[in-house]
C-alpha cells in the first residue's frame, strides 16, 4: 500500500506547492464603523430588532463581525440611541435620515474615528425615508399626492443629511467611507404585491435613481466609495428562476415569500433581511471595498453562507480541515494520505470521524468535502 500511495503523495505535493502561489491573503484585521437602521441593526441584541429570531438569523455585520473577525467595537449596553450591541455600530431600528442628525449618529461615530479606532465606515441609511409602511415614504410619491415641489424637498433633506454625514465622519479623520444608496423599495416582491401599477412603482424609483445620483456624485468627488445597491439588487433578481427562487449553492432560496425560516429572502417582518442575503451583502461590500482600495479581504464562499444560515448542517466538514486554514484542500488531503492505514497517526486530526483509526472512511470523508469552507467563529 506504502508503495501505491509514494507516487500519490508526490502528486499532491506538487499541486500543494502551486496551490500555495494561488492561495488568498488571510482575513485582515478591518476596524469598522457603521451609521445605518434595521437594515444593520444587531438582529442578535437583547431586544431581537423585531423578531424572536434564531440563532442563526444574522446581518452582515454580525456575519462579518463572527466570521471574518471585523472589529465594529466591543459588545455592550450603551444607553439612549444605541442600546445593545457593537461600539462603533450606531445603526439604529426605523431611523430616517433626519433621524440620524437628531439623534447625533454621526457624531458618535465620528468620536470613534478622531480617536483612531476606525479603518473604514459604511453609511447606510434613507430606507426609512421611503418606506412603503410609512405615510410620509413611498405612497404619497406613488399615489400622486405629493406635489413636485414636496417631493423634491423630502429628495434635497434626505441628501443633505447623508452629506452631513459624510463631512462629519471625513472632518473627523481619514477612514475609508462607504456609502451605500437608498433602496427603491419597488424592487421588492412585498412591495410590487401592495403597489401593483407599474407605471406608478417607475415613477417612485426615477426619483430614487435622481436622489442616488446626487448622492454618488458627492461621495465619489470626496474620496469616498459609492455603493449601488439598487443595482446589486437588480442583480440578484436576474438570477431569480421562473419560480420565483434565488439559487446560492445549490440551495433554492425563496424571494416571493417571507419567513424567519432560513430558505427566505427576507425575514417574516417583510421588511428584514435574512442570513443568506446578508452574507451576499457582505461580500458586495467586501468585493467593492477589495476593488476600490487594493485589500484583499476573503468573500464569503456560497457554502459558508448556507452553513452560517444553518441550512448546511455538516459536522465533517471542519473536522476534514486537518490544518484548520478554513478550507477543505489539498493540504488536508495530503496529512489524511500521510497517516492512512498507519498504526500510530501523525497527526491525530487525520482521523476525522474519530474512531481511533485513520482508515479509508476517513478518506472518503475528506474526499467528498473537497473545497469545502469550515466556518468557524
Excluded at 438569523?57 to 457593537?86: C, D, H, I, M, S
Excluded at 501523525?346 to 482521523?351: A, E, F, G, P
Aim: glycine share 10%.
Amino acid at each position: 500500500m506504502q508503495k501505491l500511495l509514494r507516487p500519490l503523495k508526490t502528486l499532491v505535493i506538487s499541486c500543494i506547492l502551486f496551490v500555495s502561489f494561488v492561495q488568498p491573503v488571510a482575513a485582515l484585521n478591518i476596524n469598522a464603523g457603521v451609521i445605518a437602521d434595521s437594515c444593520c441593526d444587531e438582529y442578535r441584541a437583547d431586544d431581537n430588532r423585531g423578531g424572536a429570531y434564531a440563532a442563526t438569523t444574522l446581518n452582515w455585520v454580525e456575519l462579518l463581525a463572527k466570521y471574518r473577525r471585523w472589529n465594529f467595537g466591543p459588545w455592550g449596553q450603551w444607553g439612549g440611541v444605541r442600546r445593545t450591541g457593537f461600539e462603533y455600530n450606531w445603526s439604529r431600528s426605523a431611523a430616517t435620515t433626519t433621524d440620524m442628525i437628531n439623534n447625533k449618529q454621526h457624531i458618535g461615530l465620528a468620536a470613534s474615528v478622531s480617536q483612531g479606532k476606525i479603518d473604514l465606515v459604511i453609511i447606510f441609511i434613507g430606507s426609512n425615508d421611503f418606506a412603503y409602511y410609512r405615510s410620509d415614504g413611498y405612497a404619497p410619491i406613488y399615489s400622486g399626492s405629493w406635489s413636485e415641489s414636496q417631493i423634491q424637498a423630502k429628495l434635497d433633506l434626505v441628501y443633505n443629511n447623508i452629506k452631513t454625514a459624510v463631512d462629519t465622519i471625513q472632518q473627523a479623520g481619514s477612514p475609508h467611507v462607504i456609502v451605500a444608496g437608498v433602496p427603491d423599495w419597488g424592487l421588492s416582491p412585498v412591495v410590487v404585491a401592495q403597489f401593483p401599477d407599474a407605471t406608478k412603482r417607475q415613477k417612485v424609483s426615477n426619483y430614487m435613481n435622481q436622489l442616488n445620483f446626487r448622492i454618488g456624485q458627492y461621495v465619489e468627488a470626496n474620496g469616498g466609495l459609492f455603493l449601488e445597491v439598487n443595482q446589486f439588487a437588480k442583480s440578484l433578481l436576474a438570477k431569480v428562476t421562473s419560480s420565483g427562487k434565488l439559487l446560492v449553492g445549490g440551495e433554492e432560496i425563496n424571494l416571493l415569500s417571507v419567513g424567519d425560516e432560513p430558505h427566505h429572502v427576507t425575514l417574516g417582518d417583510g421588511i428584514h433581511s435574512g442570513t443568506v442575503f446578508g452574507g451576499l451583502f457582505a461580500n458586495y461590500i467586501v468585493g467593492s471595498a477589495n476593488a476600490r482600495w487594493g485589500l484583499s479581504e476573503r468573500l464569503f464562499e456560497e457554502d459558508e453562507i448556507l452553513q452560517a444560515a444553518g441550512i448546511i448542517l455538516d459536522s465533517f466538514i471542519c473536522a476534514a480541515d486537518i490544518n484548520r486554514d478554513g478550507v477543505v484542500d489539498l493540504y488536508d488531503y495530503s496529512l489524511v494520505v500521510a497517516d492512512l492505514l498507519g498504526s500510530i497517526p501523525v497527526n491525530q486530526r487525520t482521523d476525522v470521524d474519530g474512531n481511533g483509526l485513520v482508515d479509508l472512511e476517513d478518506y472518503s470523508l475528506l474526499v467528498a468535502r473537497l473545497l469545502a469552507h469550515c466556518l468557524t467563529p
